[in-house]
T-cell receptor, first 113, second 112 residues
Framework: NAGVTQTPKFRVLKTGQSMTLLCAQD?????MYWYRQDPGMGLRLIHY???????AKGEVPDGYNVSRLKKQNFLLGLESAAPSQTSVYFC????????????FGPGTRLTVT | AQSVTQLDSQVPVFEEAPVELRCNYS??????LFWYVQYPNQGLQLLLK??????LVKGINGFEAEFNKSQTSFHLRKPSVHISDTAEYFC??????????FGTGTRLLVSP
């Protein structure tokens, strides 16, 4: 079991460029999440999905889009990167919401110059 | 809306000393409470969780936490820390089938 994997691990973008972060899980989890982590701010939820083909906005969705075409994959897109999107991005998955543990990927460090 | 407060952004402690990391939450209904740990350059992993029942919860690596409903707290403790416990610790809260809300984290720095 690989658990939750994220690609790429590191990326540097110029302002205005676009990119897609890929998250994959092999635990057959229904729920998947994208967070960003910034110093002193903890983890903030960007978007999440409660099942294949469904997505919903989290706390800080502006500037990001997501897709969940397959149950095991959750993609996070930045259409026009801005320096404020410099952050570490974590993907997580869980069997369901509420009481169920979330399993995290190793993170993607994104720098936008 | 629920929220989580971790008052201490950083806690320095010597090896083999006891430690307590504080977490308070705000919610008017029953909640589920979690502590996650993040080692340097890694993702988060679950340390322990409170769902119901006994208010004292034991987790991995010798950590434990006590749920106090009257004080809306869920403080994390360890009687004797190791250098390897140096990490960032996040408290989180959720309700039934709802999303996790994380605190801002407490960095535990263990020195010899």
């Amino acid at each position: 079991n690989a658990g939750v994997t994220q690609t790429p691990k590191f990326r540097v973008l110029k302002t205005g460029q676009s990119m897609t972060l890929l998250c994959a899980q092999d635990m057959n989890h229904e729920y998947m999440y994208w967070y960003r982590q910034d110093p002193g701010m903890g983890l903030r939820l960007i978007h999440y999905s409660v099942g294949e083909g469904t997505t919903a906005k989290g706390e800080v969705p502006d500037g990001y889009n997501v897709s969940r075409l397959k149950k095991q994959n959750f993609l996070l897109g930045l259409e026009s990167a801005a320096p404020s999107q410099t952050s570490v991005y974590f993907c997580a998955s869980s069997y369901s919401g509420g009481r169920f543990e979330q399993y995290f990927g190793p993170g993607t460090r994104l720098t936008v110059t | 809306a629920q929220s989580v407060t971790q008052l201490d952004s950083q806690v320095p402690v010597f090896e083999e000393a006891p430690v307590e990391l504080r977490c308070n939450y705000s919610s008017s209904v029953s909640v589920y409470l979690f502590w996650y740990v993040q080692y340097p350059n890694q993702g988060l992993q679950l340390l322990l969780k409170y769902l119901s029942g006994s208010t004292l919860v034991k987790g991995i690596n010798g950590f434990e936490a006590e749920f106090n409903k009257s004080q809306t707290s869920f403080h994390l403790r360890k009687p004797s820390v190791h250098i390897s416990d140096t990490a960032e610790y996040f408290c989180a809260v959720s309700k039934s089938f709802q999303k996790l809300v994380f605190g801002t984290g407490t960095r535990l720095l263990v020195s010899p």
